[in-house]
């Protein structure tokens, strides 16, 4: 006679969902410095050609992310991290580089923590955010 | 493709520093002031790259690749554009090498890779500045095009 496992008692019709993967909210958070740099453009249009290239960026970040996890790219838009940007260029400019600086530490660890075939591209996304608050400068 | 050993990917990493170094030395000479100096510091950041690569193959039991006595440039260099030009290759190449080695590499190793990766991506960001180049960012720095 067959042992009766509790498998095939109680997870026939319901298998437990997998664990979401680790980096299922760097694509969110990719998406939300993207839209922080278009909300700043947009308040601010004399920033637009330095904060358009940044947005870009963080847009391929998601993107390639998505692709690296097998999901799809959000296609509902990703509210800003910020509130609404600073009245002054200034301003603005350095709410983006406070951005950019948590959003590397957040990939800096993701890329210690990663398997050998996501390393390459989580480094790439700190450096790339390290660059971000070098052009914001 | 079979992924290089950590000693491997530190090897090409050492490889790497040797040519930057051998290129900042070309490069210095047609900077004058602020640049010439920002390229000194550059070139002091590589060769304690490769000094610390050096000592770390070496007490692991590595190879240690020769430095050689000049290596090709991608372009001559000439006046100030062509050598900002060529800082900014010099950094996008070596941050190319580090980042390959971040998935050879595991803790301590793989932090000072990426280290390396971010560091001189800031500094190709910085020569692009100075050369007036824009965007002065790229959005997957180290990464083969």
Known sequence: MAPLTGCDLFDRDDQPAPPPD???????ESLG???????SATAHPELADRLGPIAEAHTAHATELARVIGVAVPSTPVAAPSTTPAADPAGALAALRDLEKVGQRTATAACAAAPAER???????AAAR??????LK | ????????????????????????????????????????QAEAAHRRRRDALVVQLSTGGGTVPPDRAGYALPFPVTDRASALRLAVEV?????????????STTGADRDQALAALVEYAVRATRWRKTA???????????RPT
């Not at chain 1, 680790?22 to 969110?28: E, G, H, I, Q």
């Not at chain 2, 824009?134 to 959005?139: I, S």
Request: proline content about 7%; cysteine-free.
């Open chain 2, 91 to 103: 950094e996008e190449r070596t941050a190319a090498h580090w980042r390959a080695a971040l998935a």
């Open chain 1, 22 to 28: 680790p980096l299922r909210p760097m694509v969110d």
């Open chain 1, 119 to 125: 390393a390459a591209l989580l480094g790439s996304i």
């Open chain 2, 1 to 40: 493709m079979r992924q290089p050993s950590a000693a491997e990917a530190l090897a090409t990493a050492l490889s790497a520093e040797y040519a930057a170094i051998y290129a900042y030395g070309r490069i210095g000479v047609r900077l004058t002031g602020a640049a010439r100096d920002t390229a000194r």
């Open chain 1, 33 to 39: 410095l993207a839209a922080a740099h278009r909300a």
């Open chain 1, 130 to 135: 390290a660059t971000h608050q070098e052009a």
């Open chain 2, 132 to 142: 007036g180049v824009t965007p002065p960012t790229v959005a997957f720095p180290g």
